[in-house]
């Protein structure tokens, strides 16, 4: 592997973002992603626009700890997992059902460079689309709040809140991305690995702890800056056993994109074109 | 391997059950081969095993010395035009090129220039700028060609490259084709109209149902066909007198009156030995025109090996 080489590479994969990255936020048949990452923003707004009209003080608490639950229980559990299914199934599965994925393998491309395109495609484009639902919620919560409260949160650790909640939702991103991209060679039909994966991830609180590590949304639950106390219906979501540190949560859900990338660049090797059978 | 061909060596392909190839063993030169057979014969088959689309099921195959799981190499000489009448979503034809161009890995100006080259080469540089979508069945064939030479490719693999061309176009097309075969490139087709890979091809491969019936130059694959005594077409005047003198040569085996009756066809199974004695045969009064072989072609080695509705023999 020489210098020439990570230029070629450097070169091929930034021409696979221009294509993937285009594709992937002008798909029509992503609009429900759209949906799905702008809905908390959307009630958070509502929510706020009726407390200005009413002049109604906020109390930012109680509104950081309804964001918290929302990001925890919807946002990463639904949002971002379904918003991954979506992008990240249809990297490859996407093409193959239009006819249209031959054009990249008889380019004198790698696979794996192929797939860390695409990846990374995706991984960019949920990224911005979650992350920009993210950041308006947060918003709306901060923006209907007296102007002395709001910069007195901030200045006391709220920017690390607002930083820990981006950064959260970039890494499952990251996470989910890498789970749903392996899937997406595994199987044909996408119901059948987002139901598997649902399943694995909503058994997290009941899981012996080493088999909770091999999960995303353990070290998601990890990251999180507020934590939900556990109570009402769903208290039992919110149990985390012996939540990570920041660090090693980082680490662990890296590791678990990693060994899911390495298995899918495995698959990606031994693709093969047969429009025919899907 | 060698590094100068086109080389398939006991290669099958095996799709479940169903057999795509057999036991194929190639040896493919620069210039124009055909692949020739019927529908579901393998000759799609055999150009995504040449390109690694799929993966044989046993043996080798190499194109100019690289195997085919490994693209990064392969598809800097090669070029795949396919038979997929698909592409990207809400491209231009300008588009498509160039942003495959890039996937290449070429510079952005590089990758103009080439695009450019490529769309003047297949005359659609007036739609180069509209979508895809808006195009005709000719027209997308056509930025599917210029999409597979963009490169300069060594090695052109084409399926069925003259579907949907109009008469004109097809001409030029296959004028094109003719100018890579002579410029040293292996141009490898696959079609199934027959006067056309009659009139382009330097060698064919005849396939069916998954074997490779025939390959070579035309002439030889046809006088290996040992089953078929060679049909000679002579041209002359009293072609009815002449029959009767050629019935003397035991290497006959049929001698009958042209339809139009300018002409004799003679089947024999020796046609040099009876070029030969031709000469002698000629009786006064009977003049000569032309004498040509009639079923010299890829369209009668066709009927012969394959069968004329397409069933194997």
Same mark, same amino acid.
């Given at each position: 592997?020489?210098? @020439?080489?990570?230029?070629?590479?450097?070169?091929?994969?930034?021409?696979?973002?221009?294509?993937?990255?285009?594709?992937?936020?002008?798909?029509?048949?992503?609009?429900?992603?759209?949906?799905?990452?702008?809905?908390?923003?959307? #009630?958070?707004?509502?929510?706020?626009?009726?407390?200005?009209?009413?002049?109604?003080?906020?109390?930012?608490?109680?509104?950081? %700890?309804?964001?918290?639950?929302?990001?925890?229980? /919807?946002?990463?559990? %639904?949002?971002? /997992?379904?918003?991954?299914?979506?992008?990240?199934?249809?990297?490859?599965?996407?093409?193959?059902?239009?006819?249209?994925?031959?054009?990249?393998?008889?380019?004198?491309?790698?696979?794996?460079?192929?797939?860390?395109?695409?990846?990374?495609?995706?991984?960019? &484009?949920?990224?911005?689309?979650?992350?920009?639902?993210?950041?308006?919620?947060?918003?709306?919560?901060?923006?209907?709040?007296?102007?002395?409260? @709001?910069?007195?949160?901030?200045? *006391?650790?709220?920017?690390?809140?607002?930083?820990?909640?981006? $950064?959260?939702?970039?890494?499952? +991103?990251?996470?989910?991305?890498?789970?749903?991209?392996?899937?997406?060679?595994?199987?044909?039909?996408?119901?059948?690995?987002?139901?598997?994966?649902?399943?694995?991830?909503?058994? =997290?609180?009941?899981?012996?702890?080493?088999?909770?590590?091999?999960?995303?949304?353990?070290?998601?639950?990890?990251?999180?800056?507020?934590?939900?106390?556990?109570?009402?219906?769903?208290?039992?979501? @919110?149990?985390?056993?012996?939540?990570?540190?920041?660090?090693?949560?980082?680490?662990?859900?890296?590791?678990?994109?990693?060994? +899911?990338?390495?298995?899918?660049?495995?698959?990606?090797?031994? #693709?093969?074109?047969?429009?025919?059978?899907? | 391997?060698?590094?100068?061909?086109? &080389?398939?060596?006991?290669?099958?392909?095996?799709?479940?059950?169903?057999?795509?190839?057999?036991?194929?063993?190639?040896?493919?030169?620069?210039?124009?081969?055909?692949?020739?057979?019927?529908?579901?014969?393998?000759?799609?088959? %055999?150009?995504?095993?040449?390109?690694?689309?799929?993966?044989?099921?046993?043996?080798?195959?190499?194109?100019?010395?690289?195997?085919?799981?490994?693209?990064?190499?392969?598809?800097?000489?090669?070029?795949? +035009?396919?038979?997929?009448?698909? /592409?990207?979503?809400?491209?231009?034809?300008?588009?498509?090129?160039?942003?495959?161009?890039?996937?290449? $890995?070429?510079?952005?100006?590089?990758?103009?220039?080439?695009?450019?080259?490529?769309?003047?080469?297949?005359?659609?540089?007036?739609?180069?700028?509209?979508?895809?979508?808006?195009?005709?069945?000719?027209?997308?064939?056509?930025?599917?060609?210029?999409?597979?030479?963009?490169?300069?490719?060594?090695?052109?693999?084409?399926?069925?490259?003259? *579907? $949907?061309?109009?008469?004109?176009?097809?001409?030029?097309?296959?004028?094109?084709?003719?100018?890579?075969?002579?410029?040293?490139?292996?141009?490898?087709? !696959?079609?199934?109209?027959?006067?056309?890979?009659?009139?382009?091809?330097?060698?064919?491969?005849?396939?069916?149902?998954?074997?490779?019936?025939?390959?070579?130059?035309?002439?030889?694959?046809?006088?290996?066909?040992?089953?078929?005594?060679?049909?000679?077409?002579?041209? +002359?005047?009293?072609? !009815?007198?002449?029959?009767?003198?050629?019935?003397? %040569?035991?290497?006959?085996?049929?001698?009958?009156?042209?339809?139009?009756?300018?002409?004799?066809?003679?089947?024999?199974?020796?046609?040099?030995?009876?070029?030969?004695?031709? =000469?002698?045969?000629?009786?006064?009064?009977?003049?000569?025109?032309?004498?040509?072989?009639?079923?010299?072609?890829?369209?009668?080695?066709?009927?012969?090996?394959?069968?004329?509705?397409?069933?194997?023999?």
């Amino acid at each position: 592997m020489n210098r @020439a080489s990570w230029n070629l590479w450097r070169a091929q994969v930034a021409a696979i973002l221009r294509l993937e990255i285009k594709k992937n936020f002008l798909a029509r048949r992503g609009i429900w992603i759209y949906l799905l990452a702008l809905a908390p923003a959307v #009630l958070m707004w509502v929510h706020a626009a009726m407390n200005l009209r009413d002049h109604r003080v906020c109390d930012l608490g109680r509104d950081n %700890l309804i964001f918290a639950t929302m990001f925890q229980f /919807f946002y990463l559990r %639904l949002a971002v /997992f379904f918003g991954c299914v979506g992008v990240f199934l249809n990297l490859f599965r996407g093409e193959m059902l239009e006819k249209s994925l031959h054009y990249y393998l008889l380019t004198p491309v790698r696979r794996e460079v192929l797939l860390a395109g695409k990846y990374l495609a995706g991984v960019i &484009t949920t990224s911005v689309i979650f992350c920009t639902g993210t950041a308006l919620t947060l918003a709306a919560i901060l923006i209907h709040v007296p102007h002395a409260a @709001a910069a007195q949160y901030l200045l *006391n650790g709220g920017v690390g809140h607002i930083v820990a909640y981006l $950064g959260t939702t970039m890494l499952a +991103c990251v996470g989910y991305g890498s789970v749903f991209l392996l899937m997406g060679f595994l199987f044909r039909n996408p119901i059948v690995p987002a139901a598997l994966v649902l399943i694995w991830e909503s058994a =997290n609180p009941f899981l012996p702890a080493l088999l909770k590590k091999l999960s995303v949304i353990f070290y998601l639950q990890s990251l999180s800056p507020i934590s939900v106390p556990a109570q009402g219906d769903f208290a039992f979501l @919110a149990i985390l056993g012996e939540p990570a540190p920041a660090y090693l949560a980082v680490t662990g859900l890296l590791l678990v994109a990693c060994v +899911c990338l390495w298995f899918a660049a495995r698959k990606v090797r031994q #693709l093969e074109i047969n429009y025919g059978t899907e | 391997m060698s590094e100068n061909g086109i &080389t398939f060596e006991n290669v099958s392909k095996f799709y479940g059950d169903v057999l795509g190839v057999n036991r194929v063993n190639l040896s493919i030169p620069p210039g124009i081969t055909s692949l020739v057979g019927p529908n579901g014969s393998g000759k799609t088959t %055999l150009m995504n095993l040449m390109t690694g689309l799929i993966r044989p099921t046993e043996g080798r195959i190499s194109i100019l010395g690289v195997a085919p799981d490994q693209p990064d190499r392969l598809f800097n000489f090669t070029g795949y +035009c396919t038979q997929f009448d698909s /592409f990207p979503r809400g491209m231009t034809g300008y588009q498509f090129i160039y942003s495959y161009l890039l996937v290449h $890995g070429k510079p952005h100006v590089e990758a103009e220039d080439l695009t450019w080259s490529a769309i003047e080469r297949v005359k659609l540089t007036d739609a180069a700028h509209r979508k895809i979508a808006g195009y005709s069945k000719g027209m997308r064939q056509r930025i599917k060609l210029a999409q597979a030479m963009a490169h300069a490719p060594r090695v052109l693999v084409l399926d069925e490259p003259l *579907n $949907g061309l109009d008469p004109l176009v097809r001409a030029e097309t296959i004028a094109l084709f003719r100018s890579l075969a002579e410029e040293g490139l292996h141009v490898i087709i !696959s079609s199934h109209i027959l006067h056309e890979v009659d009139a382009i091809s330097d060698q064919v491969v005849l396939l069916s149902s998954g074997y490779v019936v025939a390959e070579g130059q035309i002439h030889g694959v046809r006088t290996e066909v040992e089953e078929h005594p060679m049909q000679i077409l002579i041209r +002359c005047t009293r072609p !009815s007198a002449l029959a009767s003198r050629i019935f003397e %040569l035991d290497t006959v085996v049929e001698a009958r009156l042209h339809n139009d009756g300018k002409g004799l066809l003679v089947r024999t199974r020796d046609p040099d030995r009876f070029y030969l004695m031709l =000469n002698r045969l000629v009786v006064d009064g009977v003049d000569l025109e032309s004498v040509a072989p009639a079923d010299d072609d890829v369209l009668s080695v066709y009927e012969y090996l394959i069968g004329p509705d397409g069933g194997s023999i």
